[in-house]
């Protein structure tokens, strides 16, 4: 059974999982799915100031806090005890284009050749982990939501904003894996 929980799931057992929790999460308490709230209910339990965005009730939305946890219990039961020692899987053409930036590492799930330390003191690694770090998290706050709250629970809501928050963040990320993302890596600096 260990074996099997160490390879990595396909996208039809893992994506029907993610989004079977639309249903219970509805039909058990009328919840809604979604993880960057749980930073605002953090902020608000934290925060004596009297900052209007986290002036409610976040008691009520507790649950939500409980939820985030046990996503990072799983990570971290995952990351510890379900390793996979194997290099990460990536198609052969995707190898060949980055090694033309000189990425060549792939035994961790992000490269590390970009993502380290000491790659955030270079020009590429502050534009990829701080500037990206913070569009993201702009665009989080800007929509009023992140991707799991709009993709997975707004659209089978039937939500119109959930439908253009979806749009603007898949034709962003194409806009930005396609057009932005080779001007970065190609930076030397």
């Known amino acids: 059974m260990i074996e099997f929980l160490k390879q990595p799931w396909a996208w039809y057992v893992a994506g029907p999982l993610i989004g079977l929790m639309v249903p219970v999460l509805l039909i058990t ?7 960057s709230s749980s930073l605002r209910h953090i902020c608000a339990a934290c925060m004596p100031a009297k900052i209007p965005f986290f002036s409610y009730q976040w008691k009520k939305e ?3 806090l409980v939820f985030v946890s046990g996503i990072l219990a799983g990570g971290l039961i995952a990351g510890f005890f379900l390793l996979n ?5 990536v198609n052969s053409k995707l190898i060949s284009e980055l ?6 590492d792939y035994n961790s799930l992000v490269p590390q050749q970009l993502f ?5 003191f270079t020009l590429k690694g502050f534009i990829l982990i701080i500037g990206v770090g913070f569009l ?5 706050r800007y929509a009023g939501g992140c991707t799991s ?3 997975i629970m707004g659209l089978s809501n039937l939500q119109l904003p959930s439908l253009v928050a979806t749009i603007c963040f898949m034709t962003g990320g194409f806009i930005m894996a396609n057009l932005i993302l080779p001007f970065i890596l190609m930076l030397k600096i």
């Open 29 to 35: 308490g009328n919840k809604t799915f979604g993880i």
């Open 62 to 64: 507790v649950w939500n």
């Open 85 to 89: 020692n194997q290099p990460v899987q």
């Open 99 to 104: 090694s033309t930036y000189g990425i060549t």
């Open 116 to 120: 380290n330390f000491i790659a955030l």
């Open 136 to 140: 993201v998290g702009f665009g989080t």
């Open 149 to 151: 709250g709009h993709a």
